[in-house]
């Protein structure tokens, strides 16, 4: 009798002997019996909701709200050559650009409503307003067709001088130039800095914007209350390698790269990915100057003086007391100051991701690891005259020390006190809505932003390097129950 088959039949069998094909010829073996299901042990990613912040501290009075308003409309407005003196460089044209996900303040981009896919700002300004007249830098992405990708917003440092490796550099280039913008008509001859070179040689590392929600209470933590939380638990840190400094000096290289030669109040600096900014009006005056080429009041010079491309007399920025209006008065960089001085910290979730018992446990092993040496949960404001500021819980996990994490995460970059592989404890409140980490920005996944806290090789070790080792002890869930914590700040 001879075995008859469907056609249906035989076309399955082709498909059966074609699969096993497959699986012969790939080069692992096949298992011979199938592991059960694992649950993949994984960063929740971006808190999906309701931004976690964005408001102001709660309960302010009529004339700190209309002081907010007013910081807030500052800080959200692009500037432009003529009006405002935007330029000659620059990075972009308003904080918002910079500071915007999850609401004004934060960092950027952020995954967009209809298609989780971040749009970096500084990418799309370029393609609406650059692209005849500046080079777009190849690590400015935004899914270009030439240039395929997306990354962070950044602003680029050099590590030394062009050509002489001998000579640090240190400061921010401004990655475009105002000619071919309107209020730029007679500006010409101005040029970008050669990024590609950089980037082949290996000169150039980047900086991602710092959310400032809370910055006020930051602002307001006493010096002594650092200098005491880093005598807490000395033999505990010291176990684990973890030592730590405050910086101390205003930058001994400023992010304009030249030596800042001012004397300094010796007290401790604390804003910034190296903490080495004093406060929130000189960041503001800093970063109004070197990322949008705004002159002001206290940083009163233009960073490229060419006659033909200033579009105001400098400082573009300064007080009005021929104004009336209070808020007309103040200068912008007094505005930005204190916006971010009034906004609220970030909301933590209590059971978002993973539930509050997980949440919880989380909580709880990172400080059994080690984490919560550096990652400080808990400070207290100390007296302010505004009553939100004062006394008040500061639930930021930072210690606003500065550590040596090694060579994986050095930058080679030194400012104030903070030399090439030392950063400031990286505040955690509002993880759980942000898309990139660490300095540079280099992952949006919080297990390598954990991993790359690790370097064990060379001399050079990362003081971080127990703790991480004792998070990869933990059992998978014990692992997740801490991710799902940070994915909750
Ligand atoms: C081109 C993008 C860009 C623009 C525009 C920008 N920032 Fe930033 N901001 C950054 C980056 C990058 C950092 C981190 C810099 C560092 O520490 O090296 C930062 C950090 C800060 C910080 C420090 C917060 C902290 O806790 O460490 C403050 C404050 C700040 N910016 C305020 C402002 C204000 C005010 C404006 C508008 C005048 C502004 N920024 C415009 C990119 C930008
Ligand atoms: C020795 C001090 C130290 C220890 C211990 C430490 N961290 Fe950090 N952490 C830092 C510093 C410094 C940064 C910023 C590094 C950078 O950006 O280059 C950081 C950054 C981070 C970031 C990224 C935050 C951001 O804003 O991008 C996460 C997440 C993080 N740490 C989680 C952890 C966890 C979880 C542990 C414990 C397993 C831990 N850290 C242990 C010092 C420490």
């Known amino acids: 009798m001879t075995l008859e088959f469907s056609f249906p039949m035989r076309v399955l069998f082709v498909i059966i002997f074609a699969a096993t ?13 199938t592991p059960p299901p694992e649950v993949k042990l994984q960063d929740p990613g971006v808190r999906l909701v309701e931004p976690a912040a964005g408001n ?21 407005k692009p500037d432009l050559v003529k009006d405002d003196g935007l330029g000659p460089t620059f ?9 915007a996900y999850p609401s004004v303040g934060g960092s950027s981009p952020g995954p967009t409503k209809n298609n989780s896919k971040p749009i970096n700002p500084q ?30 917003v950044r602003e680029a440092r050099f590590v030394h001088v062009e050509n002489d490796q001998t000579i640090p550099d240190g400061g921010v280039h401004a990655l475009y130039t105002i000619v071919g913008l309107p209020g730029a008509e007679n500006c010409t001859g101005l040029k970008q800095p050669d990024f590609e070179k950089a980037v082949r040689e290996k000169n150039v590392i980047f900086r991602i914007p710092t959310p400032v929600f809370g910055a006020g209470l930051i602002e307001q933590i006493p010096d002594t209350a650092i200098e005491e939380n880093q005598k807490r638990q000395l033999k505990e ?6 030592s730590g400094k405050s910086n101390i000096t205003m930058s001994g290289r400023t992010s304009t790269g030249l030596p800042n030669r001012n004397g300094n109040d010796g007290t401790i600096a604390r804003f910034g990915w190296k903490a080495q900014n004093k406060s929130l009006l000189v ?16 940083f009163p010079t233009e960073r ?18 021929e104004k009336a209006d209070p808020m007309e008065v103040l200068s912008d960089v007094e505005k930005f100051a204190a916006f971010m001085r009034l906004l609220a910290p970030p909301e933590p979730s209590k059971d978002m991701p993973g539930g509050f018992a997980s949440i919880e446990k989380g909580k709880s092993l990172f400080k059994t690891v080690g984490c919560a040496y550096c990652h400080t949960p808990q400070f207290t404001t100390g007296k302010s005259d505004i009553p939100q500021l004062d006394n008040k819980p500061v639930n930021l996990y930072s210690d606003l020390l500065i550590h040596n994490m090694g060579p994986k995460l050095a930058d080679g970059i030194s400012q104030g006190q903070a030399t090439g592989d030392e950063f400031r404890t990286a505040p955690l409140w509002g993880l759980g809505q942000r898309m990139w980490f660490l300095h540079d920005g280099r992952t949006s996944d919080l297990l390598q932003a954990i991993d790359e806290h690790e370097s064990s090789t060379g001399l050079n070790q990362s003081e971080a390097n127990k703790s991480v080792e004792e998070f990869h002890g933990l059992p998978k869930e014990s692992k997740q129950d801490l991710l799902n914590f940070l994915r909750s700040l």
């Open 56 to 76: 102001s501290l709660p309960g302010l009075d009529s004339n700190f709200q209309k002081l907010f308003a007013a910081g807030l409309e500052e800080f959200s």
């Open 91 to 99: 990075n972009f044209i308003s904080c918002v650009g910079c500071h």
């Open 21 to 33: 094909l497959v699986a012969c010829d790939s080069s692992t073996p096949t298992p011979i019996k």
């Open 237 to 242: 840190k010291e176990s684990y390698g973890i």
């Open 304 to 321: 490229e003086e060419t006659p033909a491309c200033q579009g105001k007399p400098a400082p573009n920025d300064r007080t009005h007391p």
């Open 123 to 152: 990418y799309t300004f370029w393609k609406a307003n650059l692209s005849k007249t500046n080079q777009l830098p190849s690590f400015i992405k935004g899914d270009d067709l030439a240039n395929p990708g997306f990354t962070p």
């Open 283 to 298: 960041f503001a005056g800093e970063a109004y100057n070197v990322e949008m080429g705004i002159s002001n009041e206290l």
